[in-house]
């Protein structure tokens, strides 16, 4: 559990009431980990959402398969952004790997937990895929980019 004033301070959880807050709260853990971890990696089950608060994470596509470029950048996550954003949307699986480019602090949820959250509560919910959707444009819009630099 962790207090619910770390997530006040940040916009993703930030229009939230003090009780959605807390609640979310009751179902995170503040962790520590160190360089080079991978935090999550591609084609695993998505069980965990996180809030970086200190140090970045790069994130990695293998594409797999025959004649895949391997480990390609495809973002980068900064203080302040989610992580794990696969954890919200079905069918639940981490679609890149995420290695610490540094050492790292987050706010680790649990991410069924939260969904059952989001079932009862339908504004939090909401709120939390809106968000969640804005990240996953950002995401998008980065990797078009690289990808246009790429056939360039």
């Not at 959880?13 to 080079?36: H, R, V």
């Not at 995420?98 to 991410?111: F, H, Q």
């Not at 059952?116 to 990240?135: H, P, S």
Request: aromatic share 6%.
């Amino acid at each position: 559990m962790i207090s619910h004033e770390i997530l006040r301070r940040n916009p993703f959880f930030g229009p939230l009431t003090d009780e959605q807050l807390k609640a979310i709260a009751m179902i995170a853990e503040e962790k520590t980990f160190s360089k080079d971890t991978l935090l999550l990696k591609e084609d695993m089950p998505a069980t965990k959402l996180w809030l970086l608060l200190e140090g970045d994470m790069d994130l990695i596509y293998s594409g797999g398969g025959e004649g895949a470029v391997a480990n390609i950048l495809v973002g980068s996550i900064a203080p302040g952004e989610v992580l794990g954003v696969s954890s919200m949307i079905e069918p639940y699986k981490f679609i890149s790997t995420a290695r610490s480019t540094a050492p790292i602090k987050v706010i680790e949820i649990d991410a069924n937990a939260l969904r059952a959250l989001m079932e009862v509560d339908c504004k939090l919910g909401y709120t939390l895929m809106r968000n969640i959707a804005q990240a996953v444009l950002e995401r998008l819009k980065y990797t078009q980019v690289e990808l246009a630099a790429a056939r360039a």
